[in-house]
């Protein structure tokens, strides 16, 4: 840490936090002086998010220590940091829509009670909006369930910088401007450098790196869970932050075995426009190719998924779909696995009509068809008819996989299927994966882990619901994915 | 960047799909007056209402007991034996022993409140939970009184005898109750704390407020419009019978979502919930006597009734979103 005159308003120290086998910070030394604002970059999963609900209070780090002015916080509680000045906006929205602007506001100040506590609280609010963002619209007296997206982000950052009770020396920002225009991001950001030269402190944090590089005054680059750069904002230009994010060291091996030959152009099973693309760019997928679907997370790639699943059975504007379509779950808690079932029920679900004998689902293909999957894909399991619970979470995901690839679906869509499986695991489902391609199967493969691109034939990247870059497979570089993803265009 | 607004055009829509919506209430109570008037023109009195309105204000109550647990996004399926168990105490102990009697119906909001924290506590559905204390209510009120019976005490009596000039009794008192829910629930500030709970709880444990305070708070407040709700029907009986509350529930959560309530989300109306549970009032039992319905099918009548209006709710509703 460098040395300052006066404490730093908080100071991590090899701050670590894991989450089960992943490590989503590793060692961790992070501080923040008065009077700066200190931009937070880094790709999905790099662990900001993990700092700052640490920062916050919200996560307790299994190691490490966590310093307030200079003081060492034992029981680091969100109370507690709120009370040391320390205010977050978080990601996803924190106002409750059925109450008005002012009444949120009064949730966040405890002290805003009593006589006229509303006409006060609306007063507070309303300066504040009036000070960051001059000219707008928002009545204190309305619901937030009236207001559009942009304003509630308004109110919700407005709220954050709101002083009654508590002192406020830090505000977090994390993606503050994803929801606000042009103009409106303009002023919060005027506002931030205000803000900061009033001798507070801020953490921005964004994806556009135009963003960072102009309103920061120091910036850390998160990768793999540890601080992999932080310097003054001058020593880092556009390039040199995704040459960071994207680690300086060339390319793993872990694709170049598996360099296949490209296939002629077969027949096109997939075309698909997203619902926001201004231009003519779209998704395309042929027979027997894997397409990868890049960015950060939650920039449009499930969506699109999701839209393309619909469009099977209806006919949907931008979408053509000619091939039945299987649908690989991400999230296999709650999209995916029958809890109740056995491991065969929950693979023959997805084959039902096949499986059938008159009225009655014949058990024995039932079994037969787990047993062929169980062998195939190797789901480490004594018996078939056991619940499927028994099974770890990556067999758990296999069997996911086994219920698309055992159905009669020529086109499988994988919604970041391999979130918290097992390298090994993984590794199998990768094999599996080409054996299939290669007999004729389509895959569309939205994934949030850069390593896994090197198995696609083509990448799209998407950022804010749009295609902006697609790839072929020698173009596919991580650089080049993370260029895209954190590209500055408007 | 994506734009901040750009829903102009159909925010007129909105607007006039809210405007709908926030007189659905009175406009549907307009109805069954009018249809009343029709039927029969000589309710239209300051004697008709006093009659057709007499066992509103039970109604109302219970509504406003299940509008408190419906604000924290769960559902009170005990209201109506809930009512039942406090009318046969009150017919029976609060008359004989009144202190017996006032202990044990504070016991019993108290009991309430338990169930709000364990519910929270253990993550439990209250549907189930309160499914199960509805057995329980109904099986203390079976056991108070096995035949019907009982006394209401002088004093409750009295105040069902009260009358007002020019305005019957039960729509000055109904006001009244919907200004005191009005005040408490939307203009205090711990009332927009317990509606947050049910609009974004996590964000509102984020700002450091106890949850399960505000559960135990709503379900304590619930037990004691309950309470109210059995005293003000013995009042009106003055004699008591162990189902005498039974079909309160129903009503209650009819009279919630007539009155602009929703299941989910912290979005309640007390005015709304009061115009609701008169509205249910009227339409449960005067309407299909002038509509010379038979009384073995007024209860299907009834649940008839309950679908036309809620289904015109969820018309505008859907156009609002």
Known sequence: MTPRLAPPIVGLEAVEKHFGAVRALEGVDFDVAAGECVGLIGHNGAGKSTLVQVLAGALAPDRGRIAMHGVVQEHHSVTGAQRLGIRCVFQEL???????????????HPSLRGFGWRRRAARLIADKLDEIFPGHDVDAAVDVRDLSIGRRQMVEVARAFTITHDPLDLVVLDEPTSSLDAHTAAQLLAFVRRFVAAGKSCILISHLLGEVLKNADRIVVMRDGKVAAANAVGAFDHDSLVAVMGGAEGRSAAGAGSARPRREMRARRVRARPVGQKDGAELVAHEGEVVGLAGLAGHGQTDLLLAIFDAADRRRPGIEVDAPVALVAGDRQSDGIFPLWSIAENVGIGSLARLRQGMLISARSEAALAQHWQR????RTRDVQDNVLSLSGGNQQKVLFARALGSDARIILMDDPMRGVDVGTKREVYDLLRDEAAKGRTFLWYTTELDELDHCDRVYVFRNGRIVANLERNEVTEEKVIQSSFSDAH | MPVTSARKPAQGATARARLIRAWLPTLSLALVLAAIAWLNPRAISYFGFSLMLNLAIPIVLATIAQLF??????LDLSIGSFVSFVGCVTATWLNDAPWLGIATLLAAVCVYAALGALIYLRNLPSIVVTLGMSFVWQGLAILMLPTPGGKAPAWLQGFAAFSFPFVPLPIVAALAIGAIVHFGLMQTSYGAILRGSGGNPAALARAGWSLLKTKVVLFALAGFFGVLSGMALISITTSA????????????????????????GGRVSPFGAVVGALTMALAASPLLTFMKIPPDWQVAANGAILIVVLAARALVSRRED
């Open chain 2, 69 to 74: 647990v419906i604000s924290g996004n769960e």
């Open chain 1, 376 to 379: 195939r894909i190797n789901i």
């Open chain 2, 241 to 264: 019978d162990a189902n005498i509350g039974s079909g309160y529930t129903l009503l209650a959560i009819a009279g919630v979502i007539l009155g602009g309530g929703e299941f989910v």
């Open chain 1, 94 to 108: 924190s106002l409750c829509p059925n109450l008005s602007v002012a009444e949120n506001t009064r949730i966040n």
